[in-house]
């Protein structure tokens, strides 16, 4: 990266007049007001930054000397008063990449640190998902001022979009199994109240919340365009205090505690033990991997359909940080649930369907960040995919080694041929226009972009593997 300063594309980037993130010589640095200064130095003298900063829960974090950054010489950065330096993420994620067990614990989160904050007479403004990474396993606080000073008297403005983030997406997954990453990618702002009230049934009012949360919510907002006062300033003016507050934190808490998906098995949940490799052909695999792994260590590697995480693991183990991802739900939901109980902070877990990536979105396209602007990966681990993304996916296979290519890093790559019982049931109902699905077509591809390193075949005839690098 050269000199000049880069907007870090992260919630207070574009559209908060308090501070500005932006990424200077890889590091993240925010420069803020002198409100927000007076904010950081009463939270950064906190029990709830010291106990979630120490747990790992909030960004670490550190005002500057004044004459550690220079943002007058950088054309995207304005002059502040003051800068803070953050932690840099490993891989920037997002609520609509992230199986629903991630959702609940994030809000979860939130709803805990708000609390906290109250206790030391602090606040957390607003309830944006985007406030909240994911390192491995673990959530983190990442928009430091989104904490203030609380007012007396003061309600919880974020209340709505707490609601709209991650308790309606979560209620309508659980009770309707309407999957919340759809909706979340389709709309930075979340389920509206009135949005969610339309999905519910009269048999769900009576569920906890739905009545309140939702119905009454909905009401209430269609009412709000006709107002002539400023709510806010009605509660300041009324006995509106901390306490009712925090009594209705402690409700979210409860009744997000309660709220599961119960979907006991999908399509790919289970491939760990029914796949259909034998146990010399899976042993075949497993070397193949390890070999290439223990050739040497490397910072970032991708493993793309990686189900439930067996060779994602077989990565970590000589890799800094690897991203697994899985267009299977449920699949991720485990491996999540595992690396949690394991507290392996190494392997992120996300649901990805690379055939319908995760878009630019936000301001100028340029507040949420596509798969291919967030990293770029030493090494990309594309094993049983392949076959998918032509066959299921009708994505040539040219445009598949194009784009893995585009990312200038090793690849192992799994291909199956036409004579593989998986790529017959995925042609059953086709026609077979995939002339080029085979050992030969396949070598003359991958020959126009990357070099062969090494090449085994695991399952006679059907199914082989390569260690590829890119052509210099």
């Not at 049934?201 to 009401?219: A, I, N, P, W």
């Not at 991203?323 to 939901?333: K, N, R």
């Not at 036409?418 to 080029?436: A, F, I, P």
């Amino acid at each position: 990266m050269n000199n000049d300063a880069t907007f870090a594309p992260e919630k207070g980037s574009f559209r908060d007049r308090d501070n500005q993130v932006f990424l200077l010589n890889e590091r993240v640095l925010r420069g803020v007001s002198e409100t927000a200064l007076a904010n950081w130095q009463q939270m950064e003298s906190s029990k709830v930054f010291a106990k979630y900063a120490a747990s790992g829960h909030i960004v670490g974090t550190r005002l500057l000397a004044a004459d550690d950054v220079d943002a007058a010489s950088h054309k995207a950065a304005q002059m502040w008063p003051a800068y803070l330096e953050h932690e840099r993420i490993p891989f920037i994620n997002y609520s609509y990449e992230w199986c629903y067990a991630m959702v609940k614990d994030a809000a979860l989160l939130h709803l805990e640190m708000l609390e906290a904050a109250l206790c030391e007479n602090m606040i957390i403004k607003d309830a944006s998902a985007f406030n909240i990474q994911f390192v491995g396993h673990k959530p983190v606080f990442i928009d430091i001022p989104s904490f203030e000073k609380y007012c007396a008297g003061t309600p919880w403005v974020g209340f709505r979009q707490f609601c709209q983030h991650f308790l309606y997406p979560l209620m309508l997954q659980s009770f309707k199994n309407i999957s919340l990453r759809s909706w979340l990618r389709g709309s930075v702002e979340g389920i509206t109240p009135h949005e969610c009230a339309q999905l519910m049934s009269l048999r769900d009012m009576f569920r906890r919340g739905v009545f309140s949360l939702v119905y009454l919510q909905s009401k209430l907002v269609d009412s709000m365009g006709d107002a002539k006062t400023s709510i806010v300033a009605e509660a300041r003016d009324s006995e509106f205090g901390k306490e009712i507050v925090l009594v209705n934190i402690r409700k979210l808490r409860k009744i997000i505690g309660k709220l599961e998906w119960r979907l006991a098995r999908s399509e790919w949940s289970e491939y760990t033990d029914t796949h259909s490799y034998d146990a010399e052909c899976f042993d075949k695999k497993n070397v193949f991997v390890k070999r290439v792994v223990e050739a040497r260590s490397r910072k970032n590697a991708w493993d793309i359909g990686c189900n439930t995480g067996h060779f994602s693991r077989i990565l970590a183990q000589n890799t800094d940080y690897v991203v697994a991802m899985d267009i299977d739900e449920l699949s991720i939901q485990r491996l999540y649930t595992q690396l949690k109980q394991e507290q392996h902070d190494r392997i992120l877990p996300l649901v990805f369907d690379l055939t319908n990536p995760s878009p630019r979105l936000g301001w100028r396209c340029e507040e949420r960040r596509a798969l291919s602007d967030r990293q770029s990966p030493d090494l990309i681990l594309c094993l049983a995919l392949v076959h998918h993304l032509v066959i299921s996916g009708n994505v040539p296979l040219l445009q598949v080694m194009d784009w893995l290519a585009s990312f200038q890093c090793e690849v192992v790559i799994e291909m199956l041929t036409k004579e593989d019982g998986m790529v017959k049931k995925l042609l059953l109902n086709k026609d077979d226009q995939y002339d080029e699905f085979n050992v030969a077509g396949f070598e003359a591809i991958a020959d126009r972009y990357f070099t062969t390193l090494d090449k085994v075949e695991i399952m006679p005839g059907k199914r082989f593997l390569y260690h590829l690098v890119p052509r210099t």
